[in-house]
Nanobody
Framework: EVPVLESGGDSVQSGGSVRLSCAASDFFSSGSIMTMSWARQAPGKGLQWVSGISSDGATFYADSVRGRCTISSDNVKNTVNLQMNTLKPEDTAVYHC????????????????WGQGTQVVVSS
């Protein structure tokens, strides 16, 4: 099991921004293609895939965040970051980071290692 650690959650007003970070050593050290994705769980709802990046740089976004979020990897700090702009109250959720072997997938059951999550609260 690979430790996965998220940070950056915050309480912001509608229209604001947050930058989430995820540290997972396996994403950067593996010799094979790896994927790191963000998923979120809003209060009373199920887990929803948000965005993913593969170790060769391919990025993907859910329709609900496309155009408002940017996922990127920092090979110096060994983190994957999710910049979220123009936040809406419906973005309120616990955001989890997850790692899998292979290409990006929105199927959360394919992910092997998960972090505990970081809370984002967007008030109107």
């Amino acid at each position: 099991e690979v430790p996965v650690l998220e940070s950056g959650g915050d309480s912001v007003q509608s229209g604001g921004s947050v930058r989430l970070s995820c540290a997972a050593s396996d994403f950067f050290s593996s010799g094979s293609i790896m994927t790191m994705s963000w998923a979120r769980q809003a209060p009373g709802k199920g887990l929803q895939w948000v965005s993913g990046i593969s170790s060769d740089g391919a990025t993907f976004y859910a329709d609900s965040v496309r155009g408002r979020c940017t996922i990127s990897s920092d090979n110096v700090k060994n983190t994957v970051n999710l910049q979220m702009n123009t936040l809406k109250p419906e973005d309120t959720a616990v955001y989890h980071c997850a790692v899998k072997k292979g290409r990006v997938s929105s199927m959360l059951s394919e992910y092997d290692d998960w972090g505990q999550g970081t809370q984002v609260v967007v008030s109107s």
